[in-house]
C-alpha cells in the first residue's frame, strides 16, 4: 500500500484520538497539569506524533483543553461535554475530521498516559494486521503481588500464541486476581485500536452487564461478541489519576528530560 502522507507507515490509513476533559474525580483539570513546564496532555499528544503511525487530534470537552493544544501547534476538536465516555468522545470526534470516512483504523489513546512510548501505539495496530480481530490492545506481563491484588490494576486474560508468542486473543478483563496459578498476570494498558466498522459498531452497542459490575467499558465488546486482540509490550506506561501519581510523573519524566530529549 502508499505510504501515508501524514506519517512513515503504510497499511490502511490510521487516526490517533485522545479524548480529555477537565472534570475528575480525583484530580481535577487533570489534562491541564503542568509536568516540566507543560500541560500533560501536550506530552501525551507529543508522544503520539512521535509514533508516526498518522494524523493526532485531541478530543476535548472544553475549551482550555483545545487552547493549550492549539498553542503547542496540535490539532484539537470540541466535542460535547456531556458524553459519558471516552470512547463516545473519540467517535463524536471522528465524525467530526473525518466525514469521507478516509481513516479505515483509529487508535484511542488516553490523555492520562504522559509516560507512554511511542512504539506502543505502533504495537497496538498489530493484532488488527495479523489477527485480524475488530480491536486491539495492550499488556504487560508482571510477577509483583501488590499489582495481582490491585483492584485497580486492570488484569486481562489472554490466549496467547496463535500466530506469534507476543500475540493473542482476549478471553477477558478482570479486577480481580486473574489467571490463578502459576506465572504472571498481564496488566492491561488503556490503549485500544479498533477499525473503523468496529468503533462505529461498539459505539452504539448497549451497555452490558458485566461492563457494569467490573466497571469496565471493554468488557461490552466481548459480551456483544467482538474479538479483541493483544500484544504484549515490555514497557508500562502508568496513567496520572492522583495527585501522588502526578508527582510520580513529575520526578520521572522531569529527570529524564535533559538527557531524553522527550522520549522515554
Not at 66 to 71: G, L, R
Not at 174 to 179: E, G, Y
Not at 218 to 226: D, I, K, P, T
Request: charged share 25%; proline share 9%; net charge negative.
Amino acid at each position: 500500500m502508499a505510504k501515508h502522507a501524514e506519517s512513515g507507515e503504510t497499511g490502511p490509513p490510521t487516526v490517533v484520538l485522545i479524548p480529555a476533559r477537565l472534570k475528575s474525580e480525583r484530580l481535577p483539570n487533570k489534562p491541564l497539569a503542568r509536568i516540566g513546564g507543560e500541560p500533560m496532555i501536550v506530552l501525551v499528544w507529543r508522544r503520539a506524533v512521535e509514533a508516526e503511525v498518522g494524523p493526532v487530534y485531541v478530543a476535548c470537552a472544553e475549551e482550555a483543553i483545545a487552547e493549550a493544544v492549539e498553542k503547542a501547534g496540535g490539532n484539537a476538536i470540541l466535542t460535547d461535554p456531556a458524553l459519558p465516555s471516552g470512547t463516545d468522545r473519540i467517535f463524536a470526534a471522528l465524525g467530526m475530521i473525518d466525514p469521507e470516512r478516509r481513516f479505515q483504523r483509529v487508535i484511542n489513546l488516553q490523555g492520562d498516559l504522559p509516560t507512554v512510548h511511542p512504539s506502543c501505539l505502533r504495537h497496538v495496530l498489530e493484532p488488527l494486521e495479523r489477527l485480524g480481530t475488530d480491536m486491539a490492545t495492550l499488556v504487560f506481563a508482571t510477577y509483583d503481588p501488590r499489582e495481582r491484588q490491585d483492584p485497580n490494576a486492570v488484569k486481562a486474560v489472554v490466549s496467547f500464541g496463535e500466530v506469534a508468542p507476543e500475540l493473542g486473543r482476549a478471553l477477558y478483563f478482570t479486577r480481580a486476581a486473574t489467571p490463578w496459578g502459576e506465572g504472571p498476570v498481564w496488566h492491561h494498558i488503556g490503549i485500544y485500536a479498533f477499525t473503523r466498522g468496529a468503533l462505529e459498531r461498539f459505539a452504539r452497542l448497549p451497555r452490558a452487564p458485566l461492563e457494569t459490575r467490573e466497571r469496565l467499558e471493554q468488557l461490552r465488546a466481548l459480551e456483544h461478541g467482538m474479538t479483541i486482540g493483544v500484544r504484549l509490550v515490555d514497557l508500562l506506561p502508568f496513567g496520572v489519576d492522583t495527585p501522588d501519581d502526578l508527582a510520580r510523573a513529575r520526578s520521572v519524566l522531569e529527570a529524564a528530560r535533559p538527557a531524553a530529549g522527550g522520549g522515554q
